[in-house]
């Protein structure tokens, strides 16, 4: 089977840095992508690994393993408007579909 | 805004209606998807269209019909639903359906079947 797992929930302090990690076991492994959901809105795009490291964008970072089935998603210099759903994605194979873990809820506190 | 549209964004009907939702993206895309997302559940792809063809559709109950009539309009018929099929429906479409192509997501119509 295809397994996406994050935490469920998750909480900082405005200014502060904030790690949510994905793991994942899946049948094969061709891209990770993050996604960003405020409530009510749509995902919108973050970032995407197919190479093992780390990919700066911003105030934005992830980083993948994937000989760990590991990703995480760095946040840094917290803002209230970060307050948001983090969704994590795996593509197994070139011609899979995503397989999305359930999310991980971020609520940032002044 | 993503470039993706969707009405209505809510929706209310009862289990015998007969309802469409539509979706359009103004991005050139060559793919379109629909995704249902419950409460604390991961996002579940329903379908997905590359060049108007549809390449998957994930044992989704026939009382969800999709229809693309073009790469860039993606419909969902809806007929005779049950209560448990309260979600957001999302769309989204890409430049292509493998490797890397990002989705870019509508911002979703709300169903709920009273």
């Known amino acids: 089977g295809q397994n996406i797992d994050q935490p469920t929930e998750m909480t900082a302090t405005e200014g502060a840095i904030v790690q949510i990690n994905c793991t994942y076991q899946?049948?094969?492994?061709?891209?990770l992508f993050w996604y960003q959901q405020h409530a009510g809105e749509a995902p919108t795009f973050l970032s995407y690994?197919?190479?093992?490291g780390l990919e700066e964008k911003g105030r934005f970072s992830s980083f993948l393993s994937r000989s760990k089935g590991y990703s995480y998603l760095l946040l840094k210099e917290l803002q209230m408007k970060d307050s948001a759903s983090y969704l994590c994605?795996?593509?197994?194979?070139?011609?899979?579909?995503?397989?999305f873990g359930t999310g991980t809820r971020l609520q940032v506190f002044p | 805004e993503t470039g993706v549209t969707q009405t209505p964004r809510h929706l209310v009907m009862g289990m015998t209606n007969k309802k469409s939702l539509k979706c359009e993206q103004h991005?050139?895309?060559?793919?379109m998807y629909w995704y249902k997302q419950s409460a604390k559940k991961p996002l579940e792809l329903m379908f997905v269209?590359?060049?108007?063809?549809?390449?998957e559709n994930n044992s989704v109950p026939s009382r969800f019909s999709p229809e693309c009539p073009n790469s860039s309009h993606l419909f969902l018929h809806l007929h005779t639903l049950q209560p448990e099929d309260s979600a957001l429906y999302l769309c989204?479409?890409?430049?292509?359906?493998?490797?890397?192509?990002?989705?870019?997501f509508g911002p979703g119509t709300r169903l709920t079947v009273t």
């Open positions: 989204a479409s890409s430049q292509g359906v493998a490797g890397g192509y990002e989705q870019y």
């Open positions: 899946t049948s094969g492994f061709n891209g």
């Open positions: 690994n197919v190479l093992d």
């Open positions: 994605a795996v593509r197994p194979s070139p011609t899979d579909k995503l397989i």
């Open positions: 991005l050139g895309h060559n793919a």
């Open positions: 269209y590359s060049l108007e063809e549809r390449v």
